[in-house]
């Protein structure tokens, strides 16, 4: 049965709220390029963990709520509200996702969201 390209951004996204990063890392491809944007570009998934982890660490538990989905041919975009539980409360960033899949694993992700937001929140958490 074929997954769209929806279908792998939606699990990768749930893997990669509960930091499951050995299911959610399978869902990229070998040469994956990842941007998050304002920060720098990394490729294949384990310079994507190398990325993610670090960042995750301090998160208890994490919400990613997908607020608008649109979809062409291998691109996805979402639009999410990730809320982030730290020891000291919720902190909660704005984030805009472009994400492109082909043959089921996702080869292009972007993430544009105001680095300043949350390092502001992050401080006060």
């Known amino acids: 049965m074929t997954t769209s390209p929806s279908e792998i951004v939606r699990a990768f996204m749930a893997a990669m709220e509960l930091k499951d990063y050995d299911s959610g890392l399978k869902l990229l491809s070998a040469d994956c390029e990842y941007t998050n944007i304002p920060m720098s570009t990394v490729r294949g998934p384990e310079a994507v963990r190398a990325v993610l982890e670090p960042f995750f660490a301090p998160v208890i538990e994490n919400e990613f709520l997908i607020l608008r989905e649109a979809s062409a041919g291998p691109i996805v975009f979402i639009e999410r509200l990730d809320r982030h539980r730290l020891a000291k409360g919720w902190v909660e960033l704005p984030v805009t996702g472009v994400l492109e899949v082909h043959g089921g ?10 680095l300043a937001t949350i390092m502001k929140e992050m401080s006060a958490a």
Do not use: A, L, P, S
């Open 105 to 114: 694993k996702i080869t292009v992700w972007r993430e544009y969201f105001d």
